[in-house]
Every structure is written in structure tokens, then in C-alpha cells.
T-cell receptor, first 110, second 114 residues
Framework: GQQVMQIPQYQHVQEGEDFTTYCNSSTTLSNIQWYKQRPGGHPVFLIQLVKSGEVKKQKRLTFQFGEAKKNSSLHITATQTTDVGTYFCALNNAGNMLTFGGGTRLMVKP | NAGVTQTPKFQVLKTGQSMTLQCAQDMNHEYMSWYRQDPGMGLRLIHYSVGAGITDQGEVPNGYNVSRSTTEDFPLRLLSAAPSQTSVYFC?????????????FGPGTRLTVL
């Protein structure tokens, strides 16, 4: 089946700096979802992208889906300590089942 | 609504023991699934169900059984626990067969097999 690769694996930032995580596939994706998992917590849905070139914003978070639908990114502007956690991209396959990327763990120094 | 609930939260087993991880949702979702998450890794699909009486295998089904007798419940059975099954197990549900949907995850069961 389709797979998605996520980079970087880890990212340390100073509070107030920006952060970006990337999700890449060798094949065209029908859609991509993004989840956030706080330390010790469970994944929480952030957004789903479906259209080529789609850009969606949620406050300081900006999500993009590539024109070729082979990559996606999540950008956080001016990180805060509340942004700490692991961010996962996931492909929603037929039957509503998810194939997850490996995740990017974000650590924010106050 | 309680959302997706899982019990127990923590469990320690000895190799060869069997147990059932419970999962329930009160959102009348059709779709339910089980994932496992190993340290520093993403989630991998074990089994899933598209409705009561219907189940299918995911990416890593070996050593696990599931059944779906009601819409609300989707238990995961470990037949003979092995140390390789030490992991965090998440149950998830979703409400739609359509293109737009989000998965709701339970709080997880942290399982250690000695």
C-alpha cells in the first residue's frame, strides 16, 4: 500500500521560532490528514486536505497540500510551549483506515 | 458523550498469557479500528471494522483477534502474549464512509509483556 515519509524526526526550537514538518510520498495521494499527539496522550485530529495546492490555516498553523499531491507540510508560526508534541501526517485509505507517517516530535524551549 | 473509551489504561502480562483490551464508543460510529504505537514510531493498523459483524485485518494482525457484535464495542484479544506485543494500543472510531472524516482516538492502553 501507499506509504508516507515524514521529516524531520525531531525538532528543537526556541519559543517564538517557526517550525515546519514535511510529509512526502512517492505516489499521488488522494488526501492527507494531520494529527497532534501530546506527550503521554492520544492523537487528535487537526485537519484533512484533499485538493491539489490546498492551503488551510488554523490560527498559527498553516497546512499545505502539494500541487502534485505527493507532499504536504504543516507550518507553525511563533511556536509556544503548548505546541509541544508529535505531529503526524496520515493517509486516509479506503475504509477510513489510516497509514501514518513516523511523526515529527517538536520540543519548545521557553 | 464519553467519546471513545478504553480499558484498562495499563496492563502487565507474562509471556503466554491472554487478555482482552476493551474499546467502546458512544457516537454511533460505523468504523472502528485498533492501532499499536511503538516508542518513537507512528501508529500501525492491527484490525478494523466497518460495521457490526464485519472485521478485517490491517498491517500487523498476527497474534490478535477482534470481533464486532455491536456498533458500540470493538474488543481486541491477545491470544498468547509475547514481548514483541509490548506497546501502546489505541482504539479509534469514525462516523463516515465519505471522503471527509476524522478519526477519534481513545486514551490508549499501555501494555507490557514480560
Amino acid at each position: 500500500g501507499q506509504q508516507v515519509m515524514q521529516i524531520p524526526q525531531y525538532q528543537h526550537v526556541q519559543e517564538g521560532e517557526d517550525f515546519t514538518t514535511y510529509c512526502n510520498s512517492s505516489t499521488t495521494l488522494s488526501n492527507i490528514q494531520w494529527y497532534k499527539q501530546r506527550p503521554g496522550g492520544h492523537p487528535v485530529f487537526l485537519i484533512q486536505l484533499v485538493k491539489s495546492g490546498e492551503v488551510k490555516k488554523q490560527k498559527r498553523l498553516t497546512f499545505q497540500f502539494g500541487e502534485a499531491k505527493k507532499n504536504s507540510s504543516l507550518h507553525i508560526t511563533a511556536t509556544q510551549t503548548t505546541d509541544v508534541g508529535t505531529y503526524f501526517c496520515a493517509l486516509n485509505n479506503a475504509g477510513n483506515m489510516l497509514t501514518f507517517g513516523g511523526g515529527t516530535r517538536l520540543m519548545v524551549k521557553p | 458523550n464519553a467519546g471513545v473509551t478504553q480499558t484498562p489504561k495499563f496492563q502487565v502480562l507474562k509471556t503466554g498469557q491472554s487478555m482482552t483490551l476493551q474499546c467502546a464508543q458512544d457516537m454511533n460510529h460505523e468504523y472502528m479500528s485498533w492501532y499499536r504505537q511503538d516508542p518513537g514510531m507512528g501508529l500501525r493498523l492491527i484490525h478494523y471494522s466497518v460495521g457490526a459483524g464485519i472485521t478485517d485485518q490491517g498491517e500487523v494482525p498476527n497474534g490478535y483477534n477482534v470481533s464486532r457484535s455491536t456498533t458500540e464495542d470493538f474488543p481486541l484479544r491477545l491470544l498468547s502474549a509475547a514481548p514483541s506485543q509490548t506497546s501502546v494500543y489505541f482504539c479509534a472510531s469514525s462516523y463516515s464512509r465519505g471522503f471527509y472524516n476524522e478519526q477519534f482516538f481513545g486514551p490508549g492502553t499501555r501494555l507490557t509483556v514480560l
